[in-house]
């Protein structure tokens, strides 16, 4: 008798201890879905760090990872490598990605802007003005194919002389010591190359032709299509808190993890950040057509058929 109660209070325990470590009836919860997300320092990641950084993601379910990059290409070789999920690009990279056998989906906007400044005492007032000048730009990317566009409407195709320079702090730098004499730069880049002294001369934001998208693997789509619907709902909460707070309640959060100058303090605005959506097709295939052209992909890309 004694033995068959010690057995039975063992089992009782293993039960117990069993319970407790399932979550059924109230144990350990399942882990958080984790989405790893690769960003560049720039205005439109600011919803993702907002979400972050105020547990918008958290309170909607999901972990969210935001990798911070100062170059594509280290972004796409991370990518490549398997360690995003997802990234916030251009439409110009998806078409690569695709051509390069990447199936990466174009699974929303984002919002920003992209603008061209002259360098102190260049004495240049218009993108006409630019015509033989140089201009620093990242290759093969929205910002190249901004350039192309504003020349373009300018009369001046072809004679602007780019010099690449991927990495955007070095851009500012070369424009800030005059071996530029201009840049295409995102926010919050431009606004700082304003504040010290260069000129605004264009400028291309989300009511424009804003080509940058937020885009996740097929793979990640399929795997983790729950933890995706609900970045896109803590996305869209968080651009909301953006869109109805003033600045001064989290633009500690936005300098310093999107990379504004503590000078800019005070001084910052941010474009108004829609509610997730897909672009429009038009502008998509207009995109992929001029990476045609310049030779980025070789065979062209059902439109259709990179959206998730």
Do not use: H
């Not at 429009?280 to 259709?304: C, R, Y």
């Amino acid at each position: 008798m004694k033995k068959s109660i010690i057995i039975l209070t063992v089992l009782a325990m293993v039960f117990s201890l069993a319970s407790c470590g399932t979550g059924i009836g109230g144990g350990t919860e399942e882990p958080t879905p984790q989405l790893t997300i690769g960003v560049m320092g720039s205005v439109d990641a600011v919803p993702l760090a907002i979400a972050q950084e105020k547990g918008i993601f958290s309170s909607n379910g999901v972990n969210v990872q935001v990798e911070i990059f100062k170059a594509a290409k280290d972004r796409d070789a991370a990518l490549e490598a398997g360690l995003l999920d997802g990234v916030i690009c251009d439409e110009i990279a998806i078409a690569i990605y695709q051509n390069a056998g990447l199936d990466m989906r174009i699974s929303g906007i984002t919002d920003g802007m992209f603008t061209l400044v002259a360098g102190k005492d260049t004495g240049i007032n218009s993108v006409a003005d630019f015509a033989g000048e140089k201009v620093a730009i990242s290759e093969n990317t929205v910002i190249e194919y901004t350039l192309d566009k504003l020349a373009k409407e300018a009369g001046i195709s072809g004679q602007i002389d780019k010099v690449i320079v991927p990495p955007m702090p070095a851009r500012m730098e070369m424009l800030g010591s005059g071996q530029v004499d201009g840049a295409l730069l995102p926010n919050p880049f431009s606004d700082a190359a304003i504040l010290a002294g260069s000129k605004e001369i264009a400028t291309v934001d989300s009511t424009g032709q804003y080509i940058s998208v937020i885009a996740f693997s097929a793979k990640a789509l399929k795997d983790k299509a729950v933890p995706i619907e609900q970045f896109f709902k803590a996305y869209d909460e968080s651009a909301d808190y953006i869109n109805t707070t003033p600045v001064s309640e989290y633009e500690d959060i936005i300098i310093s993890f999107v990379g504004y100058p503590e000078a800019m303090k005070g001084n910052i605005v941010l474009p108004f950040f829609r509610s997730n959506a897909l672009p429009p097709k038009s502008d998509v295939e207009e995109v992929f057509q001029w990476a045609m052209d310049k030779g980025l992909i070789t065979e062209e890309i059902n439109v259709d058929s990179v959206f998730r």
